[in-house]
């Protein structure tokens, strides 16, 4: 009985949002279902077949390369057309073409020739799939309908890295690539079961989408490059957690011991569980500050972070509980980042340039991986350890905090 009502209360709360907001929220929970494994799992994976954190730093860089070309090709594409429909269509294929090459992959050739074509992927996908929430989710304000979208994401990636780890540690090594073939799949279906649906609602809200209040929008403008530089550096330290991180745990530190890839993955996913549980509540109580306020918590969130992961690499047996209070850090920066910087770009662009503004956006998370993987990866080859690394990362948040954002407002 308590189960029903339970059901009844999910089901009114979930209908309450508009049916192409619900659909987008859909199409990304199955892209961060198929991608969660393959974001936070492809560096184990290939490190367990023998590659080197150099070589497996270089292939998200390539991947980053890659998906500059097509965030902008797609962001351009999006100005002059407007539609969402070909562009996620076109990412879904490209990233099953990728995770088969991953699949087959024995080498760094196959290896980077697979986040080759990842990078496409993600550089086609991220600039539609955030553009269409904004014209999909009228009247609700477009924070929440971020928020709710990245919280379908954050289900999504924590169910890809659980169960991808747990198919990948008792059946098969590379599990994680086949359930991103299986999720593309189901977007595709989406897409074209929904195809008319989804043109009419973008041509109708585009249409009555009005530009950003024009009060205080010089503002706005003038410190653009100061809310780029911030989500630039954010986005690197998301990639350091996505990335270097799991390789930093299974290395070891200066005096940390080394952890197995089982408790590895068990870490990490409980720090997408946390993320998972705070992105909603965290993302409503965002919306109702001003409109800056998600980049400062996020900032201030990683400073303490990185420098936490900084001083356990110097401990042993309380090393982790420095690293787990780290990662309740980095979810409440990751859930106050992520709808608050979209939302930003959004409004500060203009109607016939927001396309291209979400891809450059996009293309913020993907210069956070071309720095910070490859420069990483090298550190931890040459050095073994990353603490250096998420010192340099604690200070530059904390500089962007307590300088930068001063001269805003």
């Known amino acids: 009985m308590i189960n029903k009502i339970n059901f009844q209360i999910s089901k009114k709360w979930w209908i309450q949002f508009p049916y192409t907001l619900r659909l987008i929220t859909k199409i990304r929970f199955y892209s961060a279902f198929g991608a969660g494994g393959v974001i936070y799992l492809t560096s184990l994976i290939f490190n367990n077949i023998g590659l080197s954190a150099t070589d497996i730093g270089l ?10 070309l097509t ?3 797609t962001g351009n594409y999006l ?33 980077i020739i697979g986040q080759s074509f990842v990078g496409a992927a993600a550089g086609i996908y991220w600039p539609a799939a955030e553009f269409g929430v904004p014209y999909f989710c009228h009247p609700i304000d477009t924070r929440k309908a971020y928020a709710l979208v990245r919280s379908s994401e954050a289900l999504g990636i924590f169910l890809g890295v659980f169960v991808g780890g747990f198919l990948t540690n008792y059946f098969y090594s590379k599990s994680i690539f086949i359930n991103d073939i299986f999720c593309m799949l189901i977007i595709t279906y989406l897409i074209l079961r929904n195809n008319s649906s989804i043109k009419i609602n973008l041509e109708n809200f585009q249409s009555n989408l009005l530009d950003p209040i024009k009060k205080g929008q010089l503002n706005w403008n003038r410190n653009s490059g100061i809310i780029i530089l911030s989500i630039l550096l954010i986005t690197t330290s998301l990639a350091l957690i996505q990335v270097t ?16 890839k089982e408790i590895t993955s068990l ?35 990683f400073s303490f972070a990185s420098f936490l992961l900084f001083i356990s690499s110097y401990l042993n047996n309380l090393a982790y509980y420095l690293i787990s209070f780290s990662l309740i850090l980095v979810s ?35 210069m956070g991986y071309f720095v910070g993987p490859f420069i990483s990866g090298f550190i931890l080859d040459n050095f073994g350890y990353a603490s250096i690394i998420w010192l340099s990362i604690s200070c530059c948040c904390f500089v962007i905090f307590a300088i930068l954002f001063k001269r805003l407002f």
Request: hydrophobic share 50%.
């Open 71 to 73: 965030r902008f090709f």
């Open 245 to 260: 991180l799991p390789l930093d745990l299974v290395k070891g530190g200066v005096y940390r011991n080394s952890l197995g």
């Open 59 to 68: 292939g998200f860089s390539i991947s980053a390369i890659i998906g500059t």
């Open 332 to 366: 409440l920066g990751t859930a106050s980042f992520l709808p608050t910087s979209t939302d930003v770009v959004f409004r500060i662009a203009p109607s016939n340039k927001k396309g291209f503004a979400l891809a450059l956006l996009s293309q913020c998370f993907a």
């Open 79 to 111: 100005n002059k057309t407007g539609r969402i429909q070909f562009p996620l269509i076109t990412s879904s294929i490209l990233s099953i073409i990728a995770s088969l090459f991953l699949i087959f992959s024995r080498d760094t050739f196959f290896y």
């Open 267 to 301: 870490i990490i996913s409980i720090q997408l569980i946390l993320l998972l549980f705070l992105q909603w509540p965290v993302g409503a109580w965002i919306s109702r500050k001003g409109r800056l306020f998600g980049l400062k918590f996020s900032l201030i969130n």
